[in-house]
């Protein structure tokens, strides 16, 4: 499966979770789905059937609210039976609304933002200085970068050397109060992290040529930590969710969901 269509099979996934589940935060799942296909697709060292293998890649997910494109990816790549989706948000299954370690395949348990990218630099200095090969990929939301506990990580991490950290921005412009830009501006958000002594690599977040040619830069050993700023669209792949606030929260109704599975099928 290519990782083009590695992404609509998530989308098709994450949809199907939320709708049955009546849940949320379907708009910054499908932002990043094709930033998990890329990584889960041609990047990420991992074992499905051995998910606790010490010379694995890390991949931490800090937006732990949008986790149901995560967990259909995990699903897809056989860390667990896609059947288990089906119990997504319900009572005694253990996927749940946001990310949690008890599900084969996912580091760490997310929801309250900022605090998997501190985590995610103690992954990477523990690797460098058990000097092991793996490397930690961190995924957090744009509107979580008003947080001051990310920016203490990102003002360590070069201090550190981490060349084996990725972090990778989400930057669909709109967090759950409205735009980026009129909550706290980032901008100039490439320009910060190269003063704060980071890597920079600007992409398209959709386009999965350009984030393979992304990653692959990002793999480079020379002493800095790396940053993929990818540039996404809020509910991207279903037309009238596109750049919409509303679908931070709202969970689609019958026709909307025939309409999304249309739509993402075609």
Known sequence: MTSVEFSKE?????????????????GGAFSMADILAVLYTDILRIYPHAPQATDRDRFVLSKGHACTSL???????????????????QNGSRLLSHTSHYVPGVELSAGSLGHALPVCVGFALAAKRKQEQWKTYCLVSDGELNEGSNWESILLAPQLMLDNLVLIV????IQSLGAVKDVIELEPLKQKFEAFRWDVFETDGHDHVALKLAFTAAMQENKRPKVIIAHTVKGKGVSFMEDKLLWHYKSPDEKQYSEAIAELSA
Do not use: C, Q, W
């Open 10 to 26: 998530i989308r098709l996934k994450t949809l199907e979770m939320v709708y049955k589940a009546k849940a949320s935060h379907i």
């Open 170 to 173: 989400d930057y669909n412009k």
């Open 71 to 89: 967990l259909a990816t995990l699903a897809i790549k056989d860390f667990f039976p896609v059947e288990e989706l089906g119990t997504y948000a």
